[in-house]
């Protein structure tokens, strides 16, 4: 099988990160491949951002479904953007980072905590907790301020302040898996566990045994109501 995974932002080097971490969780008989935005952001980090790259992703997808090369689509952003809009353009697998982490969390503790660098993305979390159903079982979410560069970079500092963020909320708020929150966190996930003694997940592996998983069942985006396809013909673009 081939997936698509798509980085909803334009930084080269994040993406390489979650393609590495990709190609890690993959299976043996499954292609990855990996890009990023050609416009747009370099991080998305607030709202504005993600109306900015939904439609960029959008436009990607519908492209990638033309040449009709892939089994199945994952977006590779905690925010999980454009996700229904993509499901409305495609019936393959459509899977987010962060709605697989949470439904894998649920299967290893019963309290999660997700820890982000990027403040104004909160609300964004926690609407995709509750779009989850996940609200009973969220304990924190931990938005350390710190520069994205330092984790691109793998800084000993950042892992630090990982450590001490899931060291916190498990002391405080019963955290029994860790989920980290973004495609800049992509490779930190196995060290983490090993320090803290928990589950911690990469959403980027999560999204790729999820995506082969539904490819393996045969299994499609139903079309009978909520993600039809949309009437293109009314639109003037």
């Known amino acids: 099988m081939k997936v698509n995974i798509i980085n909803p932002n334009t930084s080269k080097e994040m993406t390489e990160m979650i393609r590495q ?7 043996s008989t499954t292609e990855i491949v990996c890009t990023q935005l050609k416009r747009g952001p370099s991080y998305a980090s607030c709202a504005y951002d993600n109306v900015v790259v939904s439609y960029e992703l959008v436009q990607m997808v519908r492209q990638a479904e033309t040449a009709g090369e892939f089994d199945a689509h994952v977006v590779a952003s905690f925010a999980d953007p454009a996700l229904d ?5 495609t019936d393959k697998p459509v899977v987010g980072i962060a709605e697989s982490a949470i439904h894998f969390a649920a299967f290893l503790g019963y309290r999660f905590s997700i ?3 990027m403040p104004r993305l909160e609300k964004i979390f926690r609407d995709e907790v509750k779009n989850a159903g996940a609200e009973g079982r969220l304990a924190s979410i931990l938005l350390p301020s710190r520069d994205i560069s330092d984790f691109l970079n793998h800084e000993d500092s950042a892992m630090q302040i990982l450590v001490e963020a899931a060291k916190r909320t498990m002391e405080r708020d019963g955290a029994e898996v860790i989920l980290l929150g973004g495609g800049m966190l992509s490779g930190y996930a196995e060290a ?3 320090i803290i003694g928990i589950p911690v997940l990469d ?3 999560c999204a790729v045994k999820l995506a082969e998983s539904l490819v393996s069942l045969g299994l499609k985006t139903s079309k009978f109501r909520i993600f039809a396809a949309p009437d293109f013909e009314k639109y003037q673009l």
Do not use: H, P, T, W
């Open 192 to 194: 983490l566990s090993r």
């Open 115 to 117: 820890i982000n660098s």
């Open 203 to 205: 959403g980027v592996k």
């Open 21 to 27: 971490s990709a190609l890690s969780a993959a299976g």
């Open 85 to 89: 809009a993509l499901r409305e353009v």
